[in-house]
């Protein structure tokens, strides 16, 4: 992250800038150096990120490097389909509250397991509860009648973006000290959508 920005006094469109630019530099191959051994002892007795992200478990979404961020720079909290489930939302709590995080983000991705399997009504074992939480992102997609299922890259595309709205609608109906944080400027909540292609990052704003 920019050295000379004061973590304390950064705006919540500077976090998301920040974010921007590092996800540039990794489109375009081009990140910086980080110093992993400085930065880890500078961080061995606290922690201070700049922004949270509610992200998907695949591992091709690892959110530092899609955003060329250094250790201590991001609270990850991730979980398959990025649902907002409660012990998430008291995660992304506790970074804003106590930890100075100036943004929350809320990634979903393309071709995203999850959000496919939401598709096609899986119910199976625990995964079952994770698809429960994707299922109202699949009835609010109204503008495709036919093939809705995960062999219809179109209608799962729109379900990802219309399931990172519902995590969102989720904080906020189950936050009351996100939303007082949100109301007050002290933080920005957004959405997000990377794709596993290209690399690119595309926020709701």
Sequence with gaps: MHPEIDRDQMSPQQAIEILQQGNNRF?????????????RDELKDKQHPFASILSCSDSRTTVELIFDQNLGDIFSVRLAGNVASTLAIGSLEFSTQYLGSKLVVVMGHSNCGAVKAACDHYKGGNIGEIIKMIDPAVGHETTISSERNSANTSFVEKVCWHNVHEQINNIKQNSDIINKMVEDNRIALVGAVYDLATGSVEFDI
């Design 27 to 39: 489109v375009n191959n081009v990140k910086r150096q980080h110093d992993m051994l400085s930065v």
